[in-house]
């Protein structure tokens, strides 16, 4: 990591580890300039309005290649590199491979794929709730938050659960590859998918042998000719969905649960109201999202935008969790209020590149509090604020120590 230095502007605040553990006032001070030109010639955008239009902007390229003298390449024509994730990618090449990757995941062609997991989340959580017994306090984090979501998207993805340790080295990685205060985070990200892909190719041909069902053996039977992806593509957006299916739930169950115990009416309705807990998740995606900022994007031509133009070729950084906490969009911002009317955060994104990852997500989160706010008898946090981790993209909590006085039996 490079050495920091004394931040100068508001944005630079932001990325500055001093101020992970709340960004909010900061958040604040950057929406008095909605469209805010950085010394690097980037552009942070952080108003509701104005991220919402460029989220849904032709204009505002997706595709790492993109700029003023590359235009929008096809897929074909990448100057060579290997297939890319649809998160990288711009119609019609995104439209084409998220499509082939959807018609197996969720609705509306497989309605039933996540909440067929139902039973299999309930049985993660239950169990690693079970392991609490004995215990006077644990870290959410490191004892439930982290390895529920590896769990689960190994199984989805047919991994063997003797290799799940893998994985977690994995994720660590590639979640450092978003932090834009990494070195070198492109040959980081190289060699991770890079070990990353000959593993799930052998997975993939041991599946296949195996008449599989799993999602990654399911992808691997479609044929490329009739809309299905290639084999380097499909080994591309098997590791965004474990980049997306893991940090950005770890991150969710862990603010959820730090703002449930800074909310102790709000803990013990949950308790008393279990259909609470939809909106409740909701609210939490825009009060403490998992993700602070959308990937960068591209203009591809000058975009006028509040007032200020955007030049043809600029970076822009969406600043997605000052858009949450925008007055202008939401009354009472800074309050945390499950039963809030016309919630359409920014949580889980907005646009062609709304999280594909966000029906598994909202499951997970919804069963895991569920359980820890019924099961924990008289949790408490032991430390607040607790401490973060570096990353300012995916904020959370680097361990949530918490006491509790017993574990409740199962229901």
Request: net charge negative; aromatic share 6%.
């Amino acid at each position: 990591m490079p050495q920091s230095s004394t931040p100068t502007s508001v944005y630079e605040q932001v990325l500055d580890q001093s101020n992970r553990a709340n960004p909010y006032p900061l958040y604040a001070e950057l929406r008095k300039t909605p469209v805010a030109r950085q010394d690097d010639g980037s552009y942070v955008v952080s108003t509701y309005r104005e991220i919402v239009a460029l989220l849904h902007d032709p204009r505002v390229s997706s595709d790492r290649l993109s700029g003023p003298d590359v235009g929008r390449p096809g897929e074909d024509e990448r100057s060579g590199e290997p297939p890319t994730s649809f998160i990288h990618l711009d119609p019609p090449a995104h439209d084409r491979s998220r499509r082939a990757v959807m018609r197996h995941f969720g609705p509306p062609e497989t309605p039933g794929r996540i909440e067929g997991m139902r039973g299999r989340i309930t049985e993660i959580v239950t169990t690693l709730i079970d392991g609490f017994e004995g215990r006077d306090q644990v870290d959410i984090v490191h004892d439930f938050a982290y390895p529920l979501p590896v769990t689960v998207i190994c199984s989805l993805l047919g991994v063997p659960r003797e290799d799940e340790p893998r994985f977690s080295k994995w994720a660590d990685a590639l979640i450092e590859t978003l932090d834009p205060r990494t070195e070198d985070p492109e040959r980081l990200l190289a060699t991770t998918q890079r070990e990353m892909s000959s593993y799930l190719n052998d997975v993939i041909e041991s599946s296949l042998a195996n008449q599989g069902d799993d999602l990654l053996s399911t992808l691997a039977a479609d044929d490329p000719t009739c809309g299905g992806l290639s084999r380097q593509e499909l080994l591309a957006n098997a590791i965004l969905l474990f980049v997306a299916g893991h940090e950005t739930t770890v991150n969710l169950i862990t603010n959820g649960m730090l703002t449930l115990l800074r909310h102790p009416d709000t803990l013990n309705r949950l308790r008393e109201e279990p259909e609470l807990i939809d909106p409740l998740v909701e609210e939490l995606l825009r009060y403490e999202p998992p993700v602070h900022f959308a990937l960068r994007r591209i203009a591809l031509t000058d975009i006028d935008i509040a007032g200020t133009t955007i030049p043809q070729g600029a970076s822009i950084v969406l600043a997605l969790a000052a858009g949450n906490r925008d007055p202008d969009r939401f009354d009472n911002p800074d309050r945390f209020d499950p039963d809030r009317p016309d919630n359409e955060h920014l949580g889980f994104n907005s646009g062609i590149h709304y999280c594909f990852g966000a029906p598994l997500a909202r499951l997970e989160t919804q069963l895991a509090l569920t359980e820890l706010v019924h099961r924990l008898r008289n949790p408490r946090l032991l430390t607040d604020p607790p401490p973060y981790r570096p990353n300012p993209r995916l904020r959370g909590p680097s361990h949530l120590p918490v006491a509790f006085d017993g574990v409740a039996p199962s229901s």
